[in-house]
């Protein structure tokens, strides 16, 4: 097993499951590399499918018909994408899967997953735990979009718009750079430039981000993800 694998399996809601039981989730599994940007599931679609970040940072989205984007869940290592696939009556996508920066991905079987579910109690325990981690962490979600700090705002609308300019220039850029104005930044996290401005300040001396008169450079995406405020793989007992 790769070691990355290794350690997104560890901070993931399989990391309780015995070896052999982990090995034959992973059986036919293919770790994929999806580069910034890059769009994997769409709005709609009705394919089956669990995937494991590895490395990177994935977010799902959903889109406005103007065309604007909002971010639901931010995915780092040890999240899983998907499983409300496997298990939901008549499936569709309700929001899209985008890498924010280059990501490595394991995407495995469904049927592979769906036997060892029905066959061993201990996978299927993991797999309702992983659906109720989600089921909470989306109404989380509800309640951190309308009560969250400036701050969080602030990293989330950057996150956002980081994303989308990966979306259009198809990740050719090595660092994420926003064209936004500190003033234009305000008026979309709801807040005054001079607030704006001290929280650019601070996120610039821990080196999250770097600032122009233009645009920002975001430098560190997955640590400016720990600032927004919303969904994440919790912390958890080693097994």
Same mark, same amino acid.
């Given at each position: 097993m790769d070691d990355g694998v290794r350690a997104a399996l560890a901070e993931s809601s399989?990391?309780?499951?015995?070896?052999?039981?982990?090995?034959?989730?992973?059986?036919?599994?293919?770790?994929?590399?999806?580069?910034?940007?890059?769009?994997?599931?769409?709005?709609?679609e009705?394919?089956?499918?669990?995937?494991?970040?590895?490395?990177?940072?994935?977010?799902?989205?959903?889109t406005a018909p103007d065309g604007r984007t909002l971010t639901v869940r931010y995915c780092r290592r040890g999240a899983l994408i998907g499983a409300v696939s496997m298990y939901a009556t008549g499936f569709h996508m309700p929001a899209g899967?985008?890498?924010? %920066?280059?990501?490595?991905? +394991?995407?495995? =079987?469904?049927?592979? @997953? $769906?036997?060892? &579910?029905?066959?061993?109690? /201990?996978?299927?325990?993991?797999?309702?735990?992983?659906?109720?981690?989600?089921?909470?962490?989306?109404?989380?979600?509800?309640?951190?979009s309308a009560f969250t700090s400036v701050r969080q705002r602030v990293a989330r609308h950057l996150l956002d718009l980081a994303a989308q300019e990966a979306?259009?220039?198809g990740g050719a850029q090595p660092v994420p750079t926003v064209? %936004?104005?500190?003033?234009? +930044?305000?008026? =979309?996290?709801?807040? @005054? $430039?001079?607030? &704006?401005?001290?929280?650019? /300040?601070?996120?610039?001396?821990?080196?999250?981000?770097?600032?122009?008169?233009?645009?920002?450079?975001?430098l560190d995406p997955i640590r400016l993800s720990r600032e927004q405020g919303g969904t994440w793989v919790p912390d958890r007992p080693p097994p």
């Amino acid at each position: 097993m790769d070691d990355g694998v290794r350690a997104a399996l560890a901070e993931s809601s399989l990391a309780r499951l015995p070896v052999p039981a982990t090995q034959r989730l992973l059986t036919g599994a293919r770790l994929v590399r999806i580069p910034a940007g890059s769009v994997t599931h769409r709005e709609g679609e009705t394919a089956e499918h669990l995937e494991l970040v590895v490395d990177g940072l994935v977010r799902a989205f959903v889109t406005a018909p103007d065309g604007r984007t909002l971010t639901v869940r931010y995915c780092r290592r040890g999240a899983l994408i998907g499983a409300v696939s496997m298990y939901a009556t008549g499936f569709h996508m309700p929001a899209g899967i985008q890498a924010v %920066v280059d990501a490595d991905v +394991l995407r495995m =079987s469904p049927d592979v @997953v $769906r036997r060892a &579910v029905a066959e061993d109690p /201990r996978v299927a325990d993991a797999l309702l735990r992983e659906l109720a981690d989600r089921a909470l962490g989306f109404i989380h979600e509800i309640t951190g979009s309308a009560f969250t700090s400036v701050r969080q705002r602030v990293a989330r609308h950057l996150l956002d718009l980081a994303a989308q300019e990966a979306r259009v220039t198809g990740g050719a850029q090595p660092v994420p750079t926003v064209q %936004v104005t500190q003033r234009q +930044l305000a008026e =979309s996290a709801g807040t @005054v $430039r001079e607030v &704006v401005v001290r929280v650019l /300040r601070d996120l610039r001396e821990a080196g999250v981000v770097r600032t122009h008169a233009d645009h920002i450079d975001v430098l560190d995406p997955i640590r400016l993800s720990r600032e927004q405020g919303g969904t994440w793989v919790p912390d958890r007992p080693p097994p």
